[in-house]
């Protein structure tokens, strides 16, 4: 390789990777945590690696995960080594990461073209005009300043690799050479399957720069054909059936498309990728429902369209017998585009059109511009053929230069991006979906400090989010928005919009999940654990539910509700769908208050505590539940007392929420009465407790030690209303407090109530003593009679 070679695309490649160097310093944006920060495989560094490679990328996400959609093992274990290496997810690193590929890249595709340009006796500065335009393109942006997109940069750097490699060691290659193309080939398909069309792009080279005949370009392509089966063969093997969860026009209006209309569709996006390689602005991370339109062929664009691309056809195939660079140029746009060209319903992707789809045809657009200059450059300046080519050329590269500048501060973090996008793509529901969701994300950090500044951001978030509702009209398709939408409500102040925003969905759509799934959460927040209980239960028969927090809400519900054997069940249930360690936890717990130490002490001292506090805590928690349920009340309360000054320190609340209850009842059995009250109290007011029992408890207290019978009545009717077990003493406790109230009449009738379920010689004394009272001599003499049977 000549010494210039190496310096025009070194300096070419420093100046592409300058132009992205202030990414570095942003954070991740929009996707990038599903790799990162949202992946529970790859945040726990190279811990469960393998699992990358057993299943598919989507099935590592912390919400909706599906083993389905795509197949990226090795992208996401280099997230992995990331975050092992640096210790936890730095988005400064990953962009850093993301700026060196590029850099890598530029040099792998310099160096390919010099060589290429090198066969077919073109000046080296074609091949560099070629990489300057690609590297300043401003369609790259969203792949550079996008850590999620390291899966593109990979999957190219490691194709062209290959390709540069094969190339270097033609015209024939030996058996183990073979090993690193192949090689590199792969880690391109399991880094992303966007490199299978450079598989033509082998060809290509073969035929048109190699001199080789038809056919034998063709057999130059197998070695890399057979990788890119045996991948298919592999992704086949470990992804489910394809998901329908992008099988939507929210994400691709083609979805809404028949026949005629997709075809008309389909040449109107092209042109509109087209337009943005020559004219890059304005940008949008987005394009979903309804930035683009469905066409069909009245549209003046559609038929500009078809002779547009159809005239491009017939060049490539005009000049493929005389292997016309031009010919090359087209077959490796169309063939690199293929992928994404939504050909037909079977390869329909999920989007309707992606500035990132464009990374790699951007590099045949350069090509083909740079081939037509230097072209006309021949005709028109035959001594100094590159002057023309670079004065055409100088005022595109700088416009696209800074447009790329200008393009990779909007990348900044997640306000700046969907900030700017409601501009360039103001039809997308997306665009405006997800800056409402920034903006209510924003004011809910900021409302405790600043509230006037918080109240204007929820505003904006409301309006955004109306817009979100006009764009998608009444059939909503995009439910789980609902509840960022509610929420902002709420924090408006407007809680009964909320509710009818989530009700008139579900009204329209009851199968919803979402809708019903966030209508228990909020009753739950309200207190209503009734409402939320049933709403939950009624997402469980919705489509498509997700079962494993839908289950661990119920357990939480039950668990509330004291209702411990349901919450078991429920939290079991959720472990099958979500293995969430919190929730193991809190099963350890429960196991522990049903007495089945075991099992308890599977969940709660299999894993590793790196906390004493802990440690301690949880063992109190075993060995006091133990004796509470042998009734060593005494033991137990020893125990319990090492758990009080834990209690808030390792978030107890959240993991032994009957602990006031036990901790009271506990008390109240070695004679403290009074500490019990306290206790009791603590339960009530701060656990928001339904245990029936520690109302029964407080009433107890209420009547005996302080003689506050109508205290004690209300505490009493508590225990009834939460659904005490004993029906029998409920209703007598409740009467003989009303008894003592003087409260004759009302004390009968509970005391009836009562013998619905048991019988005692106490309750039909004081029917009899209270009808007598009462001048009832009929009922007098019935409850006469029945204390002379009980004799």
Known sequence: MKHKTWIWVFSIALFGSLLYFQSIWFEYTLDDELYAQRNRVTVKGLENWTELFKYGSMNFIDVGATNTGTYRPFTLLTFAVENELV???????????????????????????????????????????????????????????????????????????????????????????????????????????ESIPLLAFVGLVSYFFLGKKPLEAALSVLP??????????????????ASSSYDSYINSILYLADGSERIATNFYIYLQYIKLLFFPHPLSWDYSFSQLTIQDFSSLWVWISILFFGGLIWLAIRGFKEKSLMSFGLIFYFATFSIFANLVPALTIGSNMGERFLFVPSLA?????????????????????????????????????????????????NYTITKNDIVSAPKSWRTHTFYAVNLSETAKDLKKENPDSAQTLFLEAKREYEIMVEILGPDMPVSQYLNNYAEVLINLGDSSQAFTVLEGYVKNKPKAFYPLFQLGRFYYDKGDIDQAEKYFLLALKAEKPELGPLYRNLGIIYNRKSEKEKAVVAFEKSLEYWDDPEIRRVLGFLYSELGQT?????????????????????????KGNEEFLKGNFRAALSEY?????????????????????????????????????????????????????????????????????????RYYSKALELGAVDKFN??????????????????????????????????????????????????????QKLLSETN
């Open 87 to 193: 210790g936890e997810f730095d988005p400064h690193i990953s962009h850093a990461i993301n700026v060196i590929l590029y850099f890598g890249l530029l040099v792998v595709l310099g160096l390919l073209l010099a060589d290429l340009a090198q066969k077919r006796n073109l000046p080296w500065w074609f091949a560099a005009l070629v990489l300057v335009l690609f590297t300043v393109h401003p369609v790259h942006v969203e792949v550079v300043a996008s850590a999620k997109s390291r899966d593109t940069l990979l999957s190219s750097l490691f194709a062209f690799s290959s390709i540069l490699i094969w190339l270097k060691l033609q015209p024939r290659l030996k058996g183990v050479q073979w090993i690193p193309v192949i090689l590199l080939y792969f880690l391109s398909l399991i880094s992303k399957e």
């Open 365 to 413: 657009f350069a090509f083909l511009v740079v081939l037509i200059l230097f072209q006309l450059g021949k005709k028109v300046a035959l001594k100094k053929p590159f002057v023309f080519p670079l004065l055409v050329l100088i005022p595109v590269l700088a416009g696209f230069t800074w447009k790329t500048i200008d393009r990779t501060q909007v990348w900044e973090n």
């Open 730 to 783: 409920a209703y007598s406790n409740v009467g003989m407090a009303q008894l003592a109230q003087r409260k004759e009449r009302e004390a009968g009738e509970t005391f009836e109530k009562a013998l619905e379920y048991g019988n005692s010689r106490s309750v039909i004394i004081n029917l009899y003593l209270i009808n007598r009272s009462l001048g009832n001599q009929e009922k007098a003499a019935r409850y």
């Open 641 to 713: 007392q090492k758990i009080e000054p834990l209690y808030d320190k390792v978030e107890g609340k959240t993991k032994f929420p009957s602990f006031y209850a036990v901790f009271g009842k506990s008390l109240l059995e070695s004679g403290d009465t009074t500490s019990s009250k306290q206790y009791f109290l603590l339960a009530v007011n701060e656990m928001d407790t339904r245990d029936p029992v520690v109302y029964t408890n407080l009433g107890t207290i209420a009547f005996t030690k302080d003689k506050n019978f109508a205290e004690a009545e």
């Open 224 to 241: 890399f054909a057979g990788t890119a089966a045996v991948y298919l063969v592999i992704r086949g093997k470990v992804l489910d059936d």
């Open 598 to 622: 075991q099992k308890a002490s599977e969940y709660l001292l299999d894993e590793e505590e790196v906390n004493p506090d802990d440690l301690e805590f949880v063992r109190a928690v075993l």
